[in-house]
């Protein structure tokens, strides 16, 4: 019995033949769509901002320069990745909690839209950095709520956390930011978790979002123009996780989202959601070859060219509490029905017992040279990876539009 291959595995078949493993292939048409899906169900409440750090691919930037609001970048790095993807400098903002003099100077210089101030400290500097030069900044205030729901996969407040203000200290800081003559406040910006699959969570965070955005505008009297959201929204992972229903978040929250929008002091601002790996994650694959198999011990082992150190997510050591698998399959699956299903572990090539990518995945049985595609690696790859360790050759990038293919990869062996 032989089963054509799927368009996604022929693709990705092809990939791997031209651009060689372990490669990420970026599928454009699914960010079309997840954008698309994104703005079908919230964009009556909210513009989108992409944050660099997840994807920071140029060809995956210059993509997005047309479809997408704004980019929030996280170092003086991705403002010139932005910038040279042909991003106005102005549909820009930066946040980070140890901005560098120098990376406050290129972004200033360069018209940036918003610098989303972190600090008292960070306030200052940027404010003399601004007056050096002649220039009134516009800031947002980065605030740290004092709660995050359950369910969020990575907290950023409701605890000690090295991120914005701590909403107990806003009265006190807010102030003192406001009365430095070469910033301008003209919002908020709170980003307090992500990795939510829970459309409750992500509704109770964002009423925790407007209740401080709507004390903190009292209190300095301000009428905002930008309020950013930082969204949380998570994807599926690992089996059994299942997707974010965007519509119930969008039938939970839209009223309140209205009654937000019309209070007097909030009729100016305009409302954005800022994140990455919603968009991106899915849309990408990670394909690496398995280059020997191991019968060891009564366990099947598949040693990859690829592992933690092209794909520190997948080995389960970004972030993650408790190693579990991705969503994977063998490219062409049981193509010939001559490989029944068995449970077998995927490893790197690196000498380190975690580099792992897989424990007890059941797979059509893997042989020498065949392919894996790894799911949901379009977020935090390559540039969320140790790439140098163990100097095995870097992943490839590969771009894929409605079935065109396109070398992107931006980091290279020397
Ligand atoms: C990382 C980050 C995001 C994006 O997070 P995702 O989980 O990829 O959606 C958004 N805003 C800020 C400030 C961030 O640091």
Redesign the pocket.
């Known amino acids: 019995m032989c089963s054509p291959l799927t368009d996604l595995d022929r693709h990705l078949a092809e990939a791997a033949a031209r651009f060689g493993t372990p490669a990420y292939v970026y599928a454009t048409d699914v960010v079309e769509e997840r954008l698309a899906h994104l703005r079908a169900h919230l964009g009556r409440w909210f513009a989108v901002s992409f ?1 660099v ?2 994807n920071p691919n140029p060809a995956l930037l210059g993509w997005m320069r047309d479809r997408l609001d704004y980019l ?1 970048i ?1 170092s003086g790095g991705e403002l010139a990745l932005g910038r040279e993807a042909g991003w106005d400098a102005a549909r820009i903002s930066f ?1 980070g909690p140890a901005k560098r003099e120098a990376e406050l100077r290129a972004a200033i210089e360069a018209g940036l839209g918003e610098l989303v101030l972190e600090s008292l400290r960070e306030a200052r500097l940027a404010d003399a950095v601004a007056a050096e030069m002649g220039r009134v900044q516009p800031v947002l205030v980065r605030l740290a709520p004092a709660r995050v729901p359950k369910g969020f996969g990575d907290q950023m407040a409701g605890r000690p956390s090295p991120f914005g203000v701590d909403v107990e200290d806003a009265a006190e800081i807010l102030p003192q930011i406001a009365a430095l003559p070469n910033l301008r406040i003209i919002g908020l910006h709170i ?1 307090s978790g ?2 939510c699959l829970k459309p409750e969570a992500i509704c109770e965070n964002w009423r925790i979002f407007m209740q401080v955005f709507r004390d903190t505008c009292a209190a300095l009297d301000l009428r905002p123009e930008k309020l950013i959201f ?4 998570g994807i599926p992972y690992h089996p059994g996780d299942s997707a974010l229903d965007l519509a119930a978040i969008a039938a939970e929250i839209g009223p309140e989202l209205d009654a937000f929008r019309a209070e007097p002091r909030l009729a100016d601002a305009r409302l954005v959601l ?5 968009l991106v994650g899915p849309a990408g694959w990670f394909v690496t070859r398995v280059l020997s198999v191991k019968q060891s011990r009564g366990t099947r082992i598949a040693i990859c060219d690829g592992g933690l150190n092209d794909n520190l997510a997948a080995s389960g050591n970004f972030g993650m509490v408790l190693r579990r698998n991705y969503v994977m399959h063998r490219v062409g699956g049981d193509e010939d029905g001559t490989r029944p299903e068995e449970k077998q572990d995927i490893s790197g090539p690196l000498c380190t017992s975690i580099d792992k990518l897989g424990g007890g995945v059941a797979l059509p049985r893997l042989e020498e040279g065949d392919l894996i595609a790894i799911h949901a690696c379009g ?1 935090y790859g390559p540039t969320a990876s140790p790439l140098h360790f163990i100097s095995h050759p870097m992943p490839a990038e590969v771009l894929l539009t409605g079935g065109q293919m396109q070398d992107v990869t931006r980091i290279r062996d020397r």
């Open positions: 944050a750090k997840s929030d996280s946040t980003y992500t990795q930082g969204a949380g929204l800022e994140l990455g790996r919603y977020a």
